[in-house]
T-cell receptor
Framework: NAGVMQNPRHLVRRRGQEARLRCSPM?????VYWYRQLPEEGLKFMVY????????ESGMPKERFSAEFPKEGPSILRIQQVVRGDSAAYFC???????????FGPGTRLTVL | GENVEQHPSTLSVQEGDSAVIKCTYS??????FPWYKQELGKRPQLIID?????GEKKDQRIAVTLNKTAKHFSLHITETQPEDSAVYFC???????????FGTGTRLKVLA
């Protein structure tokens, strides 16, 4: 059973470009969570999704950020018009349901030049 | 909402000594407390967890204790080894929810 997959592992964008981060949950997991980790800091919850539904996006900035988890394919975190402050590691995690352990992917390290 | 504080932010111990990391949480409705280890550039990995209906859990050299009255929980690593060097994060989750609230992390360095 492959673990949580994320790609790309490293992403470099110039200010104003778009960043698309992908997350494939573990097999059998229908719950996906995105977290952001700034350098030398802890992980901050961004958004929680189930297939085709955003359940809680309270940790996600209102502008420029969006997330989806379509019926088929990976979950996508999209950041439009990136700024330097978006540079961080973005981790996704998945679980088979609520109140279960969350398994983390390897992260995508976004660098905005 | 829930808030988790973690101390110390850095910890250096000699190989073979014990290390203790402490976290406090604010919401008494929190009922699940995982600990994650994150090595440099790698993903956070669960090392041990505890639910609010028990006071202590042990797995080989690692143990976690929970004091619900005081709303704090601690990670204990005995006989530390250089490979224990990493950043450790505690987290709390409210009953019936999914949102992990993480502490700010402790950078543990085990000196050979």
């Amino acid at each position: 059973n492959a673990g949580v997959m994320q790609n790309p592992r490293h992403l470099v964008r110039r200010r104003g470009q778009e960043a698309r981060l992908r997350c494939s949950p573990m097999k059998g997991h229908s719950h996906v969570y995105w977290y952001r980790q700034l350098p030398e800091e802890g992980l901050k919850f961004m958004v929680y999704l189930q297939k085709e539904n955003i359940i809680d996006e309270s940790g996600m900035p209102k502008e420029r950020f969006s997330a989806e988890f379509p019926k088929e394919g990976p979950s996508i975190l999209r950041i439009q018009q990136v700024v330097r402050g978006d540079s961080a590691a973005y981790f996704c995690a998945s679980s088979p349901g609520l109140a279960y352990e969350q398994f983390f992917g390897p992260g995508t390290r976004l660098t905005v030049l | 909402g829930e808030n988790v504080e973690q101390h110390p932010s850095t910890l250096s111990v000699q190989e073979g000594d014990s290390a203790v990391i402490k976290c406090t949480y604010s919401d008494s409705a929190s009922n699940y407390f995982p600990w994650y280890k994150q090595e440099l550039g790698k993903r956070p990995q669960l090392i041990i967890d505890i639910r609010s209906n028990v006071g202590e859990k042990k797995d080989q050299r690692i143990a976690v204790t929970l004091n619900k009255t005081a709303k704090h929980f601690s990670l204990h690593i005995t006989e530390t080894q250089p490979e224990d060097s990493a950043v450790y994060f505690c987290a709390a989750i409210l009953s019936g929810t999914y949102k992990y609230i993480f502490g700010t992390g402790t950078r543990l360095k085990v000196l050979a």
